[in-house]
């Protein structure tokens, strides 16, 4: 299910990492003024407001999404849990290049190091979509109950994975309206 409101779609970029360019790079090169994304990029745990306002400035960087761009720092675990099953689209922003340590090149699915505590059980009990590293994927595979879309180490397949399940959501959203109008 995706959020209430129908004509926004809410994108959410949570987790460790400092691949906040990146991220910034990623989500100015998909169609957002076609689907209406407004970005909500944080985490449960800012090291300081200086890391706050790195962020912003990141992100402000990329002035085609600067205005589309919510930061959130939310240190309550249960109101972080309920704004992330708020979002329409969820990235994880673990990847092997921005935590090595997460990811053991030798073990994986169910053997895997499975210790995130942030996105992961969100995504699974919210049943969220989501778009992830092939790699993170791998570990939690047989848990994902919503659409995964994977991405590997460039910046095409990441646009590519985030630009397909923008799709796929817009049409989840276009379903749940049609359904609703049919009770009204």
Do not use: W
Not at 40 to 69: D, F, M
Not at 93 to 116: I, W, Y
Request: hydrophobic share 35%; glycine share 4%; aromatic share 10%.
């Amino acid at each position: 299910k995706t959020s209430k409101d129908p004509s926004e779609m809410k994108i959410c970029v949570f987790g460790s990492g400092n691949n906040d360019a990146e991220f910034a790079s990623l989500l100015s090169k998909v169609p957002y003024n076609e689907y209406n994304a407004r970005f909500y990029v944080g985490s449960r745990y800012p090291n300081n407001s200086k890391q706050g306002s790195e962020v912003r400035r990141t992100y402000n960087l990329k002035n085609s999404i600067a205005n589309r761009t919510i930061i959130v720092h939310e240190k309550d675990f249960i109101k972080f849990a309920m704004f992330q099953a708020s979002c329409d689209i969820l990235l994880p922003k673990t990847t092997p290049s921005s935590r090595p340590a997460f990811f053991h090149s030798s073990v994986t699915g169910s053997e895997a190091l499975r210790k995130m505590t942030g996105n992961i059980p969100v995504i699974v009990a919210y049943k969220i979509p989501s778009v992830m590293h092939v790699e993170l994927e791998r570990i939690y595979h047989s848990h994902f109950t919503a659409p995964v879309m994977v991405y590997n180490d460039t910046m095409e397949s990441k646009v590519a994975a985030l630009r397909n399940m923008m799709v796929q959501v817009a049409k989840e959203k276009e379903k749940e309206v049609e359904t609703i109008n049919q009770f009204t």
